[in-house]
């Protein structure tokens, strides 16, 4: 279902990010990417949720050619991929309902259903007796949380998730994992960018690792592979 043939990204600057990556990820997959800082991870990501284009090479999501796709159809792949960052990026200034229900409200879905399914998620993330809450009222794990929230609310077929444990201490990560594992089962897929070896060689799973812009190793149920 996400598919890159000979993908290459160079930056304005000349830099090249990805050079010449192949992959096939399935409807349903668990990916961790793994490699060194610049490898080309947050590019491998951001093509896919079509924050940047390609240089050359195809990408498809869902049968879309996302490379390639007209300006107006784009707000229809993006609603189908939820993306969540390492520093959450929640609206500072929203409550929690109000963080996840913007991402409805951009889409125009009735009140009714944006309020049922609001509740709904925050209840699958743990957090319903939050909801009039502030980001800044919350821990980092609970912010996080709401951020997955977002991110699942308009029921997307792919999750892509760029270090989503990286401010958190170990139990808390464990949470935020058992959580990603939770979606995944549910039929969404899960792309994770991860620099923590712990998780990686414990919840085993798919890894493909990232160097120099391209692709170095790719295993089923694979180990981190680096020192940390
Ligand atoms: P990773 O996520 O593995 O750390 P990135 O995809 O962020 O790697 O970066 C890959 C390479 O592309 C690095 O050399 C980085 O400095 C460079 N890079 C990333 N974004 C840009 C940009 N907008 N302009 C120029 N170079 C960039
Ligand atoms: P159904 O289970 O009948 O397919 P829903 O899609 O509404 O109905 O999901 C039921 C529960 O799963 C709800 O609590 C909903 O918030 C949650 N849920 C829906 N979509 C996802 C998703 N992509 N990832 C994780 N949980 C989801």
Do not use: C
């Not at 120099?212 to 981190?224: A, F, L, S």
């Amino acid at each position: 279902m996400i598919e890159l043939q000979d993908i290459w990204k160079t930056y304005a600057d000349g830099t090249h990010a990805l050079r010449g990556v192949s992959v096939l990820i399935e409807r349903n997959e668990f990916v961790y990417l793994v490699g060194p800082s610049g490898a080309g991870k947050s590019t491998f990501m951001k093509l896919i949720y079509r924050e940047e284009v390609p240089t050359k090479g195809q990408i498809s999501v869902n049968g879309f050619n996302i490379g390639k796709l007209k300006p107006r159809k784009i707000p229809y792949v993006r609603r189908n991929i939820g993306v969540i960052f390492q520093d959450y990026r929640l609206l500072p200034k929203l409550t929690v309902y109000e963080n996840i229900a913007f991402a409805m409200e951009v889409i125009e879905a009735p009140k009714r259903i944006i309020k049922k399914r609001t509740m709904d998620v925050l209840e699958l993330v743990g957090l319903r007796g939050k909801h009039n809450s502030l980001p800044q009222q919350l821990s980092g794990g609970e912010q996080q949380r709401v951020a997955i929230a977002r991110a699942i609310v308009n029921n997307p077929s792919v999750i892509v998730a760029d270090e989503p444990t990286g401010n958190l201490d170990p139990e808390t990560s464990w949470g935020i994992m058992n959580l990603l594992e939770e979606i995944n089962f549910r039929g969404t897929t899960i792309i994770m960018a991860t620099h923590n070896k712990e998780i990686v060689n414990t919840l085993r799973k798919r890894v493909i690792a990232i160097e120099n812009g391209q692709i170095v190793r790719d295993e089923v149920r694979g180990e981190y592979g680096y020192e940390n």
